[in-house]
């Protein structure tokens, strides 16, 4: 059974600051992974998704890269802001692609002015 | 192109009732999934459906259903409520069934059961 572990569970950063985000998942046959952002008591808002053959994924300040055999993946946040606070998710895609997607708990980011 | 949209936003209803929530995924999109959030279990996965079909579906009991319409739209049901179901329920719409493609969410409802 597919688990996927976030470290740390939660993050205060002042503004500015470039920051990583983990996401562990236990077995590396997965198909895809993907980041999502979700504020307060809102849905979930897709940032990056990442091919199992793929390394990395890249938009504006963020990047995601993913090592399969290892099970990691990581969210790098550069140069935060206020605006990026919220709770990140990271969600694990298996490789059959018939199932759903596993999520772990996320890390909540706050990002002080 | 719009989102995913979920309707309704919030919901009361009391112990023993049932209730019914909606999505419409993204134009063209076929799958539809639902899951649970609650602070204590994080996101949890309901059911998929993709062409009319429920492919998957999670650990719940059977009060949980669903279906989906031809034109993609998907409805959950909730019979006899209990406190435990306060939560909030997301769809997320993809293009093929998820876990192949990117999944899009909408804002989710937030039901809460008294």
């Known amino acids: 059974k597919q688990e996927v572990t976030q470290i740390p569970a939660a993050l205060s950063v002042p503004e500015g600051e470039n920051l990583v985000l983990n996401c562990s998942f236990t077995d590396s046959a997965i198909y895809n992974l993907q980041w999502f952002r979700q504020d307060p008591g809102k849905g979930l808002t897709s940032l990056l998704l990442i091919q199992s053959s793929q390394r990395e994924q890249t938009s504006g300040r963020l990047n995601a890269s993913l090592d399969k055999s290892s099970g990691r993946s990581t969210l790098y946040i550069a140069a935060s802001q206020p605006g990026d606070s919220a709770t990140y998710l990271c969600a694990v895609g298996p490789d059959t692609g018939r199932r759903a997607l596993t999520f772990g708990s996320g890390t909540r980011l706050q990002v002080q002015p | 192109k719009a989102g995913v949209t979920q309707t309704p936003r919030y919901l009361i209803k009391t112990r023993g009732q049932q209730v019914t929530l909606s999505c419409s995924p993204i134009?063209?999109?076929?799958?539809v999934s639902w899951y649970q959030q609650t602070p204590g279990q994080g996101l949890q996965f309901l059911f998929e459906y993709f062409s009319e079909t429920q492919r998957n579906k999670g650990n719940f009991p059977g009060r949980f259903s669903g279906r989906q319409f031809s034109n993609s739209r998907s409805e959950m049901n909730v019979s006899t409520l209990e406190l435990g179901d306060s939560a909030l329920y997301l769809c997320?719409?993809?293009?093929?069934?998820?876990?192949?493609?990117?999944?899009?969410f909408g804002q989710g409802t937030r039901l809460t059961v008294v």
């Open positions: 134009s063209g999109h076929r799958s």
């Open positions: 997320a719409s993809s293009l093929i069934p998820q876990g192949a493609t990117e999944a899009f």
